[in-house]
T-cell receptor, first 112, second 114 residues
């Protein structure tokens, strides 16, 4: 049973436009969420996180939105750059007390 | 500060053999987690060690085992390898005893079973 779902395996966006990556979760105990970016032949690197006491967190070009009632979060990248082309993983935890549960990832391609 | 180091980077083994993968966490990090990444399944949690004790375990068969040493370095072992064990094995270290600190991942060990 997949607790964290990234329903879009891939996404293609033009350079300079907005990229929106979506993530849904089923476990209502999850209250801490993270996004990781992964390039080929490298491990995932932490991008941005949000706890359930917030509904938005920004870091430069990256913003994560959390809709607790819908059990949905999204990552917005504005403007998108070719270097953003990577696989993005959504992850969730229960109060920091359980190992991170990851989605299957979304491959983002930013076209110049 | 050195990152998370995983060795070897690549490994080819035959079905039925066993394999040991190594992970050196960031200095000062006491928690080490292991994940398996396959194309269709994303990152699947294997187990996590904190101060030499296994704190959590994922839903993998007993052929998958691990341990952590007093210097926080960790090893994972897979016995009686199967073709389906071919995957990227990722190690991640974390600073504190809460997962909210997030993980720092190594580059992984690519295991191919033939």
């Amino acid at each position: 049973d997949q607790q964290v779902k990234q329903n879009s395996p891939s996404l293609s966006v033009q350079e300079g436009r907005i990229s929106i990556l979506n993530c849904d979760y089923t476990n209502s105990m999850f209250d801490y969420f993270l996004w990781y970016k992964k390039y080929p032949a490298e491990g995932p690197t932490f991008l941005i996180s949000i706890s359930s006491i917030k509904d938005k967190n920004e870091d430069g070009r990256f913003t994560v939105f959390l809709n607790k009632s819908a059990k949905h979060l999204s990552l917005h990248i504005v403007p998108s750059q070719p270097g953003d082309s990577a696989v993005y993983f959504c992850a969730a935890s229960d109060s920091g007390n359980t190992p991170l549960v990851f989605g299957k990832g979304t491959r983002l391609s930013v076209i110049a | 500060k050195a990152g998370v180091t995983q060795t070897p980077r690549y490994l080819i083994k035959t079905r039925g053999q066993q394999v040991t993968l190594s992970c050196s966490p960031i200095s000062g990090h006491r928690s080490v987690s292991w994940y398996q990444q396959t194309p269709g399944q994303g990152l699947q949690f294997l187990f996590e060690y904190f101060s030499e004790t296994q704190r959590n375990k994922g839903n993998f068969p007993g052929r998958f085992s691990g341990r952590q040493f007093s210097n926080s370095r960790s090893e994972m072992n897979v016995s009686t390898l199967e073709l389906g064990d071919s995957a990227l094995y990722l190690c991640a270290s974390s600073e504190g005893d809460s997962y909210s600190y997030g993980y720092t991942f190594g580059s992984g060990t690519r295991l191919t079973v033939v």
